[in-house]
């Protein structure tokens, strides 16, 4: 796991070039994407259009203007709301002395994680057609259980520092221990584990409207018009092929940019969630002896 | 060998106990919704009559908990309702797409384990030269991106541009197996998230037990190389990349629909998304019971092999 220098502004100039694209086509696109024009013959590439029309004959390069804007905006509600359950629930679960509290907290938890989030998502969906809020919250709820066994964890090796323990013994309020002492040392691990959830988010959010969940059947949103364009292919590739391109580097720059961002921490970071007795968290400051530092005779 | 057996018993417990719990899930998520269920199922231009046939089909006049017993009795004895739209038996409908989702899976399965240990130890045993960056950049690449886009492209490029393969299972019907041809897109776009986060899992546990005492200890005795790699450090590498199995069986689960969609292969994900089309809650109900079931089964799986391999990890139970 040893990075090399030089290597580390080159992945943050790839990540940052390759996210660059599709995040300014989603935050500005909706700016220059002009009126609708009338509508043209499906499918047919050229004839004053940039890329061409889609399957009701709209121009395709203003509904890709048009596309970025739910996906991202869901993606980020989601995680915003998945975190702000996720934060309270697990930092209560690992402050509390009460063993089965903690198990209350946690254990319903572990029982959602079994079933497979896609599988969760459509089968409300298929009984209350959500809107673009709705598959928000729903994403939003499908990774709440693994969000808060992230925060719970982060958090429980806070939790356990002598500081803590010593800010209860002065009569600390609760909300000053949690927010000002625990969330604050957690906060690391904890974006880390934001920027994994984040490119979760987006899989999750494109994957549903991807199969017509979240989004109207004509709504102009990337993943949207991949699936409804995907009839035309043979003639007119580009209807799939650009917002295709747009949703695989959105996804790819986000991963790559949170990756470069915490390269050099994530050794830390991963130690802090899965505390081990022969790997001593990076920022611990009471490292107990580790049987790997030995001095040898 | 105590601990394993009540490793083996809670663990066991937890999953009988996860089962019941997506059971009871199933039923409230699709059932039990604030309102009149039939309104919500009848669709947007609600007809009385269709209405009315929706709350005789689904008994809608007794209790909720009676309904939920009725249901769950049915499933103790495998017998899982009948489809709200063509009144044919749900059981039926699984076995249509059984099969070539079972073939997706298993080839997937089959492939992914050897490729991504593969790839991992070839980047591990390269760390820091070409192959291992290549190698890491690609899988860290791939790794994030839906199924959906990447399996779209491949199609645009190998399918319409090339022509090399065909661009989705249309016209091959259930006879997959007879045509390999057809797999090997769809077996792509399955394997490509999966194989990407398991080799990275296994390239850092490799590079991390390479750099371990005992392989030093074992060097300086003079074992060779390959016998070190393979049969010292590769079993301690693999307890990380198990313990992501149990999410990858997840990513399978919901790849498969995709893929199915994608490809027009019609299997279990294509029966679900029809029922999904039109609200066939009984068939929805059956799916997802065996879709979360099979997820329970595997996970279950999935910790007994890391609990086998790394004793010391103490898998949650």
Known sequence: MTRRGPGRAGRWACALAILAVPLLLALFGPLFAGEPGPHAASFTAGGGHLAGTDFVGRDVWRQVLLGGRPVVVAALAATALAYAVALPLGLFSALTHRRWLDELLMRPLDVLLAVPSLLLILLVAAVIRPGAAGIALLVALVNIPDAARAVRAAAAEAASRPVVEALRMQGESWARTALGHVARSALRTLAADAGVRLTGVLYLVATAAFLGVGAAPDAADWAVMVDRNRTGMFVQPWAVALPALLIVALTMGTNLLFDAALTGRARGARAAREPRPDHPPADDPYPGPSRWEKPTP | ?317
């Open chain 2, 1 to 317: 060998m105590t601990g394993l057996r009540s490793w083996l018993l809670r663990r066991l417990l937890l999953g009988a106990g996860q089962t019941a719990a997506v059971v009871l899930l199933v039923f409230a998520l699709t059932e039990a919704l604030p309102g009149d269920a039939a309104v919500a199922l009848a669709g947007d231009q609600p007809d009385p009559a269709r209405i009315a046939a929706l709350r005789e089909a689904m008994h809608l006049d007794r209790p909720a908990a009676e309904r939920f017993g009725a249901w769950a009795a049915g499933l103790l004895h495998g017998d899982l309702g009948s489809s709200l739209v063509s009144g044919r038996p749900v059981s039926s409908y699984l076995a249509d797409g059984f099969g070539p989702t079972l073939l997706l899976a298993a080839l997937t399965l089959l492939l992914l384990v050897p490729l991504a240990g593969g790839l991992g130890v070839l980047a591990a045993r390269y760390e820091g030269r070409l192959v291992d960056r290549l190698i890491s950049a690609v899988t860290l690449a791939v790794y994030a991106v839906p199924e959906f886009a990447f399996g779209v492209l491949l199609v645009t490029v190998v399918a319409l541009h090339l022509g090399w393969l065909p661009p989705t299972a249309v016209g091959y019907g259930g006879e997959l197996l007879a045509h390999p041809a057809v797999l090997v897109l769809p077996v792509l776009v399955l394997l490509s998230r999966p194989v990407c986060s398991l080799a990275r899992l296994v390239r850092a546990g490799m590079i991390d037990a390479l750099a371990a005492p005992y392989i030093a200890h074992a060097r300086r005795y003079g074992i060779p190389g390959v016998r070190i790699r393979y049969a010292h450090a590769l079993p301690n590498a693999l307890a990380p990349a198990a313990q992501q199995l149990a999410r990858t069986v997840d990513w399978l689960l919901c790849g498969v629909i995709v893929v199915e969609a994608l490809f027009v292969i019609p299997g279990l994900g294509t029966v679900l998304m029809n029922a999904v089309a039109e609200r066939d809650v009984p068939v929805l109900q059956g799916l997802a019971v065996v879709f979360a079931g099979t997820a329970v089964v595997l996970n279950l799986a999935a910790d007994t092999v890391v609990f086998r391999c790394t004793p010391r990890a103490g898998v949650v139970a």
